[in-house]
């Protein structure tokens, strides 16, 4: 397999597609408005993300196959990688697509990037609940960001009345039994990660879809499905739309109590799926349709530029010290969010996922989507949510996906301070239920 920060040599940046490079840059530049890489020429910004690499031995330097994944276009992607191919694919239940592209069609670039907020737009503009289009699209980076690009049969988002099913080559790196509950990510594509990372969309903590099983449930959807297929060593997540057919339990409800020390919008790992008979078959299903309707376009991709890939393999160097060449900014995430070892500690600080409603996540999105907004934006939505009900400090971490600390220091205080908001007990500030209420005569003054 390919490592992601394989140098190649003779692709530069004429081998760049510099609209999605701009994009790129546009959103770095929103995200991190300070941050000194907005000011570095188009080559050094590159080599900075990992984008662009050099070989120091030999002095020589091009894109990173990360680089050429994200920012390039597909006709030169294959030149490198002839099994490459992005899908995504929508129907009313029917055989019949009523919406479909790939990164074959010519229309756009074809990469990576681009494949992403194509999609993201899509998703925002079909699905009416945030907190539903914010996990599919964290199952759709987490896809992105773990595929073997050098895999056969492509990256696929098929979209059914019912459910969406993701689909791309590659096996877990961690064990099934673990991936919706491990802390620990396992990457496969270290640099493509670096990327996103950078954009704030994903994180290496690798609690990203134990964050959306936790809203599939809130939801009351069916427990996400997981299957891997290791003869056509493909990795396929199927996420339902279909409510639970028989009720949840009380004792199972206070199973689903937890702990919001797993701050962060990450999408790393996913967890083993309790197969039902009902569920494999679905899934064995999707599998074999999925190869025999693509299997005419997979075999035209699979020749589909033979002569070009096989250039020189000594020119298709790699640099293995460049593989630390910037630990400093490889290391972006050492330090992930982490509540105070007392308050870890501290079984108290679980939240019951039966008192958050489905409108506080909503009014919550924002805050969890873009993990830099103004004091004012984050203000608003903090009174928004008291507005509904009292909340618990415990309570705005999980929703805003904030540290307590955190969130009390630089908005709870202030908004106390202001009279905008008040406490449930003010003469014992630290009662166990202590919460958080909207000062209605605030208004009235």
């Known amino acids: 397999m390919l490592q992601d920060n394989l140098i190649l040599e003779h692709y530069g940046l004429n081998e760049l597609n510099f609209d999605t490079i701009k994009s790129y840059r546009d959103r770095f530049a929103e995200v991190k408005p300070a941050h000194p890489w907005n000011a570095l020429e188009t080559k050094e910004f590159l080599y900075k993300v990992g984008a662009w690499g050099k070989v120091r031995d030999t002095h020589k330097e091009g894109v990173t196959l990360a680089g050429l994944l994200l920012f390039s276009e597909e006709r030169i992607i294959t030149e490198v990688l002839p099994q490459y191919f992005l899908e995504y694919r ?22 990576i990037f681009d494949f992403y907020f194509h999609i993201h737009e899509i998703v925002r503009n079909s699905e009416p609940q945030p907190s539903i289009a914010s996990s599919l699209t964290e199952v759709l980076i987490n896809m992105l960001i773990h595929a073997d690009y050098n895999g056969e049969g492509g990256v696929i988002l098929e979209k059914q009345p019912s459910h969406y099913v993701f689909s791309n080559p590659g096996l877990l790196l961690v064990p099934t039994d673990s991936v919706f509950s491990n802390t620990v990510s396992q990457l496969r594509n270290p640099n493509i990660v670096k990327l996103f990372s950078l954009l704030g969309l994903c994180e ?5 879809l134990k964050k959306v099983k936790q809203n599939w449930s809130l939801h009351h959807y069916k427990t996400p499905a997981i299957d891997q297929d290791v003869s056509m060593h493909r990795t396929v997540v199927m996420l339902s739309l279909s409510t639970q057919e028989r009720q949840v339990s009380s ?9 919001i020390a797993d701050s962060g919008n990450n999408f790393k790992d996913v967890e083993k799926y309790q197969n039902t008979p009902e569920n494999d078959v679905e899934i064995d299903s999707y599998i074999k349709n999925e190869y025999s309707y693509n299997k005419e376009l997979i075999e035209e991709l699979n020749s589909y530029n033979n002569d070009d890939n096989s250039f020189n393999k000594e020119e298709y160097s790699y640099n293995k010290e460049s593989n630390s060449y910037n630990n400093d900014d490889n290391s972006y995430n050492n330090n992930p969010i982490s509540y105070n070892k007392e308050q870890g500690e501290n079984s108290s600080n679980s939240v019951n996922v039966e008192n958050i409603d489905t409108k506080l996540w909503d009014i919550a999105a924002l805050a969890r989507e873009k993990k830099r907004l103004s004091p004012n934006q984050m203000e608003h939505i903090i009174l928004d949510l008291c507005k509904e009900k009292p909340l618990m400090l415990k309570e705005f ?23 905008q908001l008040q406490l449930k007990y003010p003469n014992q500030p630290n009662h166990p239920k202590q919460a958080y209420l909207f000062n209605k005569k605030d208004i009235e003054k």
């Open 90 to 111: 929508e129907s009313k239940g029917n055989e019949e697509w009523t919406e479909r592209f790939t990164s074959q069609d010519g229309t756009w670039s074809g990469n």
């Open 204 to 208: 290496r903590s690798g609690s990203g």
């Open 251 to 259: 004792s199972e409800k206070d199973t689903y109590n937890t702990a």
């Open 397 to 419: 971490a999980y929703l805003l996906e904030r540290t307590p600390d955190g969130v009390r220091n630089n908005y709870l205080t202030k908004l106390l301070r202001k009279g």
